[in-house]
């Protein structure tokens, strides 16, 4: 009978190849097999890094007939890391089925923490840490994203949101009706165009109108102030 194997949840740079641990390094060495999000771009990092490890695609769209390989292979012996294009796997990202589907198994399910935009994009806003909520991404249109918006609107943590170029402008329009509170937009974190605007929601507007949009952006938004009880 076969011992089973590990999975692995192994974080990867946003961005600039040197924000690899040296732990994520060993261990995408040692293991049998690699599952990426995008073959391609792993193969760019594993190559920086002179790793040979077998490749074998793993993302939202061939989830269902990739979990039961794994799973098979975890089974088996095999120890198996989980890397998206960037990051940590299942923040946004393909991983969550696989990590439960493991769980529900009794494999081992070791976390190789790193590189998160959210975190990366929280460290440096100047807004409060102490407490926050993380949103991801809205959904893309109609009654339930201005239903997401409605609800976050009366939220006192910070906030945190990911949201593709070409919807950040409406966005941000959205977040206007709530009135000018501070906004921090990170976009490429860790990449060459680097960029990190500060401001009230106009002032930040303002200033992405001004140029073309183009990279992964991370906002985080000032939660609202909380308002004064009445006394009696």
Known sequence: MHTPGTLYVVAT??????DITLRALRVLREVDLIAA???????????????????????EANEARRIP?????????????????????????????????AIEQGIRVVPIP?????????????????????????PARGGKRRQRLEALREEERTI???????????????????????????????????EI???????????LREGQIRGELTLVVEGRKPRQRSVQ
Request: net charge neutral; hydrophobic share 45%.
């Open 13 to 18: 740079p946003l961005g600039n190849l040197e």
């Open 37 to 59: 999000e995008d073959t391609r771009h792993t193969r760019k990092l594993l190559s920086a890094y002179q790793i040979s490890t077998p490749l074998i695609s793993y993302f």
């Open 69 to 101: 390989l794994l799973l098979k292979k975890l089974a088996e012996g095999s120890s198996i890391a989980l890397v998206s294009d960037a990051g940590t796997p299942g923040i946004s990202d393909p991983g969550y089925r696989l990590v439960k589907a």
């Open 114 to 138: 790193g590189p998160t935009a959210l975190i990366a994009a929280l460290s440096v806003a100047g807004l409060p840490t102490d407490r926050f909520v993380f949103e991801g991404f809205l």
């Open 160 to 194: 945190i949101l990911y949201e593709s170029p070409h919807r950040v402008l409406s966005l941000l329009e959205s977040l206007q009706q709530w009135g000018e509170r501070r906004v921090v937009v990170a976009r490429e974190l860790t990449k060459a165009f680097e």
């Open 197 to 207: 605007l500060y401001g009230t929601v106009s002032d930040v507007l303002a200033r």
